[in-house]
């Protein structure tokens, strides 16, 4: 998970680097929304992975010991639970990641142009 985050946030600043070369809001805005989707691919696929090692685990640990079958039960559970939270919390930070790229490209975008209109002059 830490990588996912890592790569989410690389891939903002990227954006936000990307942003300052004169593109349009637009292309920026579509380059981080494609950069949300991969880590949310990457965040279901960690999610899947970890589920399936988990019940791998718990079916292991159910032969070894049939005594503690519900305890590990109740355990792969809420590893399951806690992966899951882990995926939301990145599909979340990438979210917020996104806006801010598109807010940073934007105020880029109106910046340059501000600059560019020529000053009023006083007559």
Known sequence: ???????AMITAAALALTACNSKTTEEVKAKADDAKQAVEAKAKEAKDTAAKKIDEAAKSA??????????????????KDATADAADATKD???KAVDKVGDTA???IESAKA???PAASPK
């Open 106 to 108: 934007t105020t880029a």
């Open 1 to 7: 998970m830490i990588k996912t985050g890592t790569f």
């Open 93 to 95: 930070a990438a979210e």
């Open 115 to 117: 600059a560019v209109e």
């Open 62 to 79: 159910k032969e070894a010991a049939p005594a503690a079958a519900a305890a590990v039960e109740n355990l792969a559970g809420k590893a």
